[in-house]
């Protein structure tokens, strides 16, 4: 007996030894895990996020198109009322499981900045629906149409946690020729 009380002091930190190896190991995974899931669920996001962008941007396309017909727009393709049907028809069954996705995943601010940027878009077809033609209104609605998308933009950025991005924002003109243009 007396030996093995001179071993129990290696035998309890063999034990203590295991169990300590035991949990630092299952600590570690579960740790693992979760850091794992919850970048799956960022990518479902971001992907969720890039969806409905895509599917709104159809939209906001095609009132450029229609805008360019009636005469508010610079477009270079305009597209008639008539023949936009079927698109913004199309756009539209697109956005809603779109929209139900967003709502499902997206985090509250990246939600309520995405349905200020639709509803823009919708004021936006509606303009159009009244064969207005008023330049002047449409390029303010297209400014603010801007500014949603924008805000919608950095409320996922914020909602990732990605850097700021580019505002999206830049002129279609041709820059002037100089010593500096390649």
């Known amino acids: ?11 309890l930190g063999v034990i203590i030894g295991a169990l300590g190896s035991y949990v630092a190991i299952t600590r570690g995974d579960r740790i693992r895990f979760r850091r794992e899931q919850a970048a799956r669920w960022e990518e479902r996001r971001l992907a969720v996020y890039t969806e409905y962008a895509r599917v ?5 396309s095609l009132t450029y198109r229609v ?13 008639s009322p ?3 049907v079927p698109h913004f028809t199309h756009a539209a069954e697109a956005r809603d499981p779109a929209g139900e996705s967003l709502l499902m995943l997206g985090s ?7 349905r200020d940027w639709v509803l823009l878009v919708i004021r936006m077809e509606r303009f159009l629906r009244e064969d207005t033609h008023d330049p002047e209104a449409w390029a303010t609605l ?7 998308r924008g805000a919608y933009y ?21 820059p ?4 500096h243009t390649r």
Do not use: C, Y
């Not at 007996?1 to 035998?11: C, T």
């Not at 297209?142 to 949603?148: G, I």
């Not at 996922?156 to 505002?167: K, N, T």
């Open 1 to 11: 007996m007396p030996e093995f009380i001179q071993q129990l002091p290696a035998l």
């Open 56 to 60: 709104l941007k159809l939209t906001v």
């Open 67 to 79: 805008a360019a017909h009636l005469g508010n727009d610079p477009h270079p393709h305009p597209l």
């Open 82 to 84: 008539e023949e936009a």
């Open 108 to 114: 509250p601010e990246v939600v309520d900045a995405a």
């Open 142 to 148: 297209l400014e603010r149409q801007r500014t949603a």
């Open 154 to 174: 950095a409320a996922v950025r914020r909602d990732l946690a990605l850097p700021p991005g580019h505002p999206g924002q830049w002129s279609v003109t041709a």
């Open 176 to 179: 002037p020729a100089g010593p």
